[in-house]
């Protein structure tokens, strides 16, 4: 018997692992496997910032299996505008957890990652290598250097407990569930919501910055996938890059064109230049995760980018969006 408990479990990546599990065929290599007890875990539960929170949290499901999603989140801005506060929340979440995880036994664990904490000057693509290499960029360096820690850790547990921890580095990720508030979001879920508005309100759709830069986006539910996978077959403390390949980049400026032809948006649409773009372009290397999974199909991109937007027109008024009637 096994009890998986997913940290942050009502977030974009926790709802679509429950997803995968709920709809995969039991039994089935993404399916729930007899004898499975998955738990996704909500901040309403508990706190993970504070240490006594955390063991109750433990305490109350007793995993033996943890992905662990929790994290304080946020888009380019936020994290320029906070940087203490992403640091510290962030170093707490995730020493409670491991240390907790530690000291009831868990038997394994998987913590998630962000292409975040790799160095800000460093030979393109990213693998598995590189995370230690320099500084991460300015404008995320407080939630980087709390991510990049939990690697520190998982080899500190693993030489001095022989834990099996590990972790894994998803690149950018959207999909159903994503947090849609102007003021925190990503960046597909914020140009989502800021293009829904424009057409509700007849305005213009203004994208911060020149639409140039290049990201590898990856599907919520496809990442379920992988975490899936991980979690059954991946049994090295060495953190995994789980993404899309390098020749999948796209354009903020595709991502833009994409969403206006999803949102089927006639009005007014431009990039405002004035505002940052944040890093050019950060491609990451999926070799190790293809050489050892073998087979896997990723859900075209204007695929899954149409099946979000679907989602977030059909539960608008649930969705995570913040202030709704401001562009």
């Given at each position: ?168 580095i998803p690149t950018n990720i959207f999909g159903p569930h994503d ?149």
């Open positions: 018997m096994s009890v998986i408990l997913v940290t942050g479990g009502t977030g974009l990546v926790g709802k679509a692992i429950q997803h995968v599990i709920e709809t995969e065929l039991e039994g089935s290599r993404f399916g729930k496997k007899p004898g499975e007890t998955w738990v996704f875990a909500s901040s309403k539960e508990g706190d993970l910032r504070d240490a006594e929170q955390a063991r109750k949290l433990f305490e109350k499901y007793k995993p033996t299996h943890v992905i662990h999603l929790a994290a304080l989140v946020g888009g380019l801005f936020a994290n320029m505008k906070y940087k203490l506060t992403f640091y510290r929340d962030n170093t707490l979440i995730n020493d409670n957890v491991l240390y907790t995880s530690h000291i009831t036994g868990v038997k394994k664990l998987i913590s998630c990652l962000s292409t975040c904490v790799y160095p800000d000057k460093v030979e393109y693509p990213l693998d598995e290598t590189k995370i230690h290499l320099g500084l991460p960029h300015e404008s995320n360096f407080g939630y980087a250097h709390a991510k990049r820690m939990v690697d520190v850790a998982n080899h500190a547990y693993k030489d001095q407990f022989g834990s099996n921890f590990t972790s894994a947090n849609y508030d102007l003021e925190s979001a990503h960046v597909i879920p914020a140009l989502v919501h800021k293009c829904y508005l424009a057409k509700k309100n007849g305005t213009p759709f203004i994208i911060g910055g020149t639409g140039k830069p290049l990201r590898q986006f990856i599907y919520s539910r496809d990442l379920a996938k992988l975490f899936i996978w991980q979690l059954r077959e991946y049994d090295d403390v060495e953190p995994l890059i789980l993404s899309v390949g390098e020749d999948e980049e796209v354009s903020i400026k595709q991502v833009a064109d994409a969403i206006v032809k999803a949102l089927d948006f006639k009005g007014e649409y431009a990039f405002d230049p004035s505002r940052a773009d944040g890093q050019f372009r950060k491609p990451a290397s999926n070799k190790k995760l293809l050489s050892l999974i073998g087979d896997f199909e990723f859900t075209p991109f204007e695929q899954a980018l149409d099946e979000s937007v679907k989602w977030f027109l059909e539960n608008y008024d649930a969705a995570r969006t913040g202030k709704k009637n401001v562009v």
